[in-house]
T-cell receptor, first 113, second 114 residues
Framework: GAGVSQSPRYKVAKRGQDVALRCDPISGHVSLFWYQQALGQGPEFLTYFQNEAQLDKSGLPSDRFFAERPEGSVSTLKIQRTQQEDSAVYLC???????????FGSGTQLSVL | AQKVTQAQTEISVVEKEDVTLDCVYE???????LFWYKQPPSGELVFLIR??????QNEISGRYSWNFQKSTSSFNFTITASQVVDSAVYFCALSGVNDYKLSFGAGTTVTVRA
């Protein structure tokens, strides 16, 4: 596609439910990032992939958060046993390399009730 | 540790006014990149500019201009003759040259009234 695509656009989950957020990066982009954006705040880094390798997951808030990119293209961010503090917009971004312009998707807005 | 501060939370202007967004950063890196991104209501972050810390020359792109002052650790952004379509949240960000993580400020919401 022309840009980074994320689905679903909105997700409402009951506390304790598992959710899966999908990211389709720009074709050919080797680098893929996940960021979390709380209301009224700037995005915060969660994790980074280069192709299928997860090179950095230092930003993941807890072991309930898990990300994968098995074939080096589409990525899924999974949150287990969601809690209210997980409510945020989850942004995916891709780039052709490190330090290069990031292209962001429109995000998935997660609301945990 | 890297830190980006955008002291202005919200700015409201009337169309055709100029608006300047402040950005102050902290880093221990000697070389780094500075960025500005625009986030319209649709949600995606749109890249506006990347500036290398070696290059202190100011830059102009259409109605946008950037003032980088290494001595004061500031990278300010000016929109000249603002338009309603400029209404968005603007983020300043920082990364090390060999780093892939962006550290974002909290953002400044710009509202341009017709």
């Amino acid at each position: 596609g022309a840009g980074v695509s994320q689905s679903p656009r909105y997700k409402v989950a009951k506390r304790g439910q598992d959710v899966a957020l999908r990211c389709d990066p720009i074709s050919g982009h080797v680098s893929l990032f996940w960021y979390q954006q709380a209301l009224g705040q700037g995005p915060e880094f969660l994790t980074y992939f280069q192709n299928e390798a997860q090179l950095d997951k230092s930003g993941l808030p807890s072991d309930r958060f898990f990300a994968e990119r098995p074939e080096g293209s589409v990525s899924t961010l999974k949150i287990q046993r969601t809690q209210q503090e997980d409510s945020a917009v989850y942004l995916c971004a891709s780039s052709s390399g490190s330090g290069i312009e990031l292209f962001f998707g429109s995000g998935t807005q997660l609301s945990v009730l | 540790a890297q830190k980006v501060t955008q002291a202005q939370t919200e700015i409201s202007v009337v169309e055709k006014e100029d608006v300047t967004l402040d950005c102050v950063y902290e880093t221990r890196d000697t070389t780094y990149y500075l960025f500005w991104y625009k986030q319209p209501p649709s949600g995606e972050l749109v890249f506006l500019i990347r500036r290398n810390s070696f290059d202190e020359q100011n830059e102009i792109s259409g109605r946008y201009s950037w003032n980088f002052q290494k001595s004061t650790s500031s990278f300010n952004f000016t929109i000249t003759a603002s338009q309603v379509v400029d209404s968005a949240v603007y983020f300043c960000a920082l990364s090390g040259v060999n780093d892939y993580k962006l550290s974002f400020g909290a953002g400044t919401t710009v509202t341009v009234r017709a």
